[in-house]
């Protein structure tokens, strides 16, 4: 069947998240939630913090891994004031001056019978309130009973999307899909990530609603405009031959000489008086370390 490279539908390998779970290197918690005749894939990391299987530092947040299912009408009207109600995450707590506007949107648009708690994603409102994703919502509106799916990509640990990807199954057979940009420039949805960042960095995993996360999206900003592309450089000085070790926040890497560190690894040198070595940071996950003198290696 057409489209099924995408999602099971029937006998067909929901190839979809095995490429989430491939691409997305913590501790899974698939959960398959029926709804409304919707099937909603989430990854409830919280349950594995609160389980005491992973600490907080080393989980991403709740999100939508999918959606998909048969077009159907909505059976309710629409709840205007409990979706006002909801957070979007990051999005909530950065100047609307810094980033892109942002709507509560629906993987499953209300229209074709999406739910509100499942279904919310941030969603830029140009995709939001675009040609192209609502002319494909009218045709599984219009052609009820069609198979479509709405899957969020993402790219760190929080729960906003840099993409999201929309398909669905026509009548002829063919498969009409289209990848939708869901962030402005690199640096907002880095600093989306590093928000999120600070966030578990805590004792406590905030929620983005509280008082404090004003406060919360400065700092994040300030770090992050100040360490971007910096070099920052670490030596044994006179006398000292114990050996450096520059280790790595969670789930970032350090590159050396072409070989990547583990998830929080460190960059280690040899122990010699006068070893010296650099560290750039070129991303929310990613440094990239230099050697001045010494023998350093990365674990």
Request: glycine share 10%; proline share 4%.
């Amino acid at each position: 069947m057409p489209g099924c490279a995408i999602f099971s539908l029937g006998n067909c390998r929901s190839s979809g998240l095995d490429e989430y779970i491939a691409t997305m290197p913590h501790q899974h918690n698939v959960r398959r939630i029926p709804v409304e005749g919707f099937e909603y894939l989430w990854d409830m990391s919280s349950e594995l913090v609160q389980q005491g299987i992973v600490p907080a530092s080393a989980a991403v947040d709740d999100r939508l891994i999918a959606a998909h299912g048969p077009s159907r009408p909505a059976a309710k009207a629409r709840e205007g004031s409990r979706l006002r109600g909801r957070t979007l995450g990051p999005v909530s707590v950065v100047d609307r001056l810094e980033r892109l506007p942002y709507d509560r949107g629906h993987a499953i648009g209300h229209a074709l019978s999406g739910v509100l708690g499942l279904n919310i994603i941030p969603q830029t409102r140009a995709v939001n309130c675009g040609g192209l994703w609502r002319q494909m919502e009218r045709y599984c509106q219009e052609h009820r009973g069609t198979y479509f799916f709405c899957r969020p990509i993402d790219a760190g640990l929080s729960s906003h999307p840099k993409e999201l990807d929309f398909g669905v199954l026509c009548g002829d057979g063919s498969l009409w899909a289209h990848s939708f940009q869901n962030c402005g420039a690199t640096e907002e949805l880095e600093t989306f990530e590093c928000l999120y960042r600070e966030r578990i960095g805590s004792r406590s995993r905030r929620d983005f609603t509280t008082t404090t996360r004003a406060a919360l999206w400065r700092l994040c900003c300030r770090r992050f405009r100040r360490r971007l592309g910096q070099q920052y450089c670490y030596r044994n000085y006179t006398t000292r031959t114990s050996a450096v070790t520059l280790k790595a926040p969670t789930s970032t890497y350090i590159d050396y000489a072409g070989s990547n560190s583990s998830s929080g690894g460190t960059f280690v040198s040899a122990g010699a008086t006068g070893d010296e070595a650099c560290v750039i940071p070129v991303s929310m996950t990613q440094y990239m370390g230099t050697v001045r003198l010494g023998t350093w290696s990365v674990h």
